[in-house]
């Protein structure tokens, strides 16, 4: 019997959630709901075509996740945006030092089934 994968992270703009077969962002509180109200998006697998994992900095002070998603609206990020357009890209989650290695862990799960 195989057992079930469900991977959860929890950012500053949102949360995103990994079960096997989808992506699900779900935005909550003040941060995930600007720019992006409240809800959840779900990405089947198949539709990802890659993930992109922008680690903290001291510099910046925070660090993303975003999915790549044809089709989808994704901000493109000129020299040293990176993070503030993470905030509005609607397939990026940001998140802080403490959070890091949960994203980590989702992001290599992601990969292990791309």
Same mark, same amino acid.
């Given at each position: 019997?195989?057992? +079930?994968?469900?991977?959860?992270? #929890?950012?500053?703009?949102?949360?995103?959630?990994?079960?096997?077969?989808? $992506?699900?962002? &779900?935005?909550?509180?003040?941060?995930?709901?600007?720019?992006?109200?409240?809800?959840?998006?779900?990405? #089947? =697998? /198949?539709?990802?075509?890659?993930?992109?994992?922008? #680690?903290? &900095?001291? /510099?910046?002070?925070?660090?993303? =996740?975003?999915?790549?998603? #044809?089709?989808?609206?994704?901000?493109?990020?000129?020299?040293?945006?990176?993070?503030?357009? +993470?905030? !509005?890209?609607?397939?990026?989650?940001?998140?802080?030092? !403490?959070?890091?290695?949960?994203?980590?862990?989702?992001?290599?799960?992601?990969? /292990? $089934?791309?």
């Amino acid at each position: 019997m195989v057992k +079930a994968l469900l991977v959860t992270a #929890p950012g500053k703009n949102g949360r995103v959630t990994f079960d096997g077969h989808t $992506v699900k962002i &779900t935005r909550e509180g003040l941060r995930g709901r600007v720019g992006h109200g409240r809800g959840e998006k779900i990405i #089947p =697998l /198949a539709q990802v075509a890659g993930v992109q994992l922008v #680690p903290w &900095t001291w /510099a910046k002070g925070w660090g993303y =996740l975003s999915l790549t998603v #044809p089709g989808s609206l994704e901000s493109h990020s000129s020299h040293g945006q990176g993070v503030k357009d +993470a905030f !509005k890209d609607e397939n990026s989650v940001v998140f802080s030092r !403490k959070q890091e290695e949960q994203f980590r862990v989702l992001r290599d799960a992601i990969l /292990a $089934v791309l």
